[in-house]
């Protein structure tokens, strides 16, 4: 069965370095998704993606955060200056439309330890 | 806005018991709701959804009906098993300006004993 994979599982950088969290969504999927899940906090929305460009994002998607598809595959979440507060599980998720109706699939998740 | 309300955890059963992790939306128009579990390790699977008002979803001898006059998709199992345990999160998707965004629940840990 396809899955969602994301690499790398654990990732720990220093305060204010840049990240880039890598996602490999299924492969006929065309929506994109990220979101974040701080320790013992609900799962929360960062943006979604189609064609190329953003379709959605929430307040905490600020400038900070950007995505990009840089080729076919990837799909990556890259965050300029992280903060202590950035420290969370970071899941990639994909779906072949955008439907309330249709269902997203998760990757593993990277964890992220800003220190 | 949209939210969703879970019960707390942990909840801890044991093997061959009866399981109930309650759920509580709010939103507006008529979502989609979900239930996603979380195995130690691995990321969020869809469990089963449900995507109309009494729509009952089902899946590995989970069910879950959407119950509007509730506002409610309570999640049961007549008889867990050890290999159960894990995070359960119930989520709705519902409209967003023109796109479907998900919102989740804080998630309800499953602790099962043999």
């Known amino acids: 069965e396809p899955e969602v994979t994301q690499t790398p599982s654990h990732q720990v950088t220093q305060m204010g370095q840049e990240v880039i969290l890598r996602c490999v969504p299924i492969s006929n999927h065309l929506y994109f998704y990220w979101y974040r899940q701080i320790l013992g906090q609900k799962v929360e929305f960062l943006v979604s993606?189609?064609?190329?460009?953003?379709?959605?994002k929430s307040e905490i998607f600020d400038d900070q955060f950007s995505v990009e598809r840089p080729d076919g595959s990837n799909f990556t979440l890259k965050i300029r200056s992280t903060k202590l507060e950035d420290s969370a599980m970071y899941f990639c998720?994909?779906?072949?439309?955008?439907?309330?109706?249709?269902?997203?699939?998760f990757g593993p998740g990277t964890r992220l330890t800003v220190l | 806005g949209n939210s969703v309300t879970q019960m707390e955890g942990p909840v801890t059963l044991s093997e061959e018991a009866f399981l109930t992790i309650n759920c509580t939306y709010t939103a507006t128009g008529y979502p989609s709701l979900f239930w996603y579990v979380q195995y130690p390790g691995e990321g969020l699977q869809l469990l089963l959804k449900?995507?109309?008002?009494?729509d009952k979803g089902s899946n590995k001898g989970f069910e879950a009906t959407y119950r509007k006059e509730t506002t409610s998709f309570h999640l049961e199992k007549g008889s867990v098993q050890v290999s159960d345990s894990a995070v359960y999160f119930c989520a709705l998707s519902g409209e967003s300006g023109g796109s479907y965004i998900p919102t989740f629940g804080r998630g309800t840990s499953l602790i099962v004993h043999p």
């Open positions: 449900a995507t109309k008002a009494d």
């Open positions: 998720a994909s779906s072949a439309r955008p439907k309330n109706t249709d269902t997203q699939y």
């Open positions: 993606f189609y064609n190329n460009e953003i379709s959605e």
